[in-house]
């Protein structure tokens, strides 16, 4: 996986800082717009403003997800929880 660079911002809801951000898809792809990502720290679903700043998803957004994006989002937190809590020991 290929690390993009971003505005440095925090996280909305933890205020975890990041500074880049990682395509699943191990291609050098920039963020866009509405694209979604999952905060390291504190695991939240989060999608990207017009200007790239992470946001929290609106109440209901997640739910109009297709199936197949719902799932990786999970699977990713799921991965993420399970890196953090070995960081943690
Ligand atoms: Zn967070």
Partial sequence: MTAQSLPIGSC???DYMMD???DLSNE???PQPDDLSV???C???LRFDDE???V???PG???KLPDDRRATLFRIRRIVRKINRSFSR
């Fill in 28 to 30: 050098k792809v920039e």
């Fill in 56 to 58: 929290p998803l609106a």
């Fill in 20 to 22: 880049s951000a990682t």
């Fill in 12 to 14: 909305p809801v933890c």
């Fill in 39 to 41: 905060c390291l720290k």
């Fill in 43 to 45: 695991t939240s679903i």
């Fill in 61 to 63: 957004e997640f739910a």
């Fill in 52 to 54: 790239l700043r992470l």
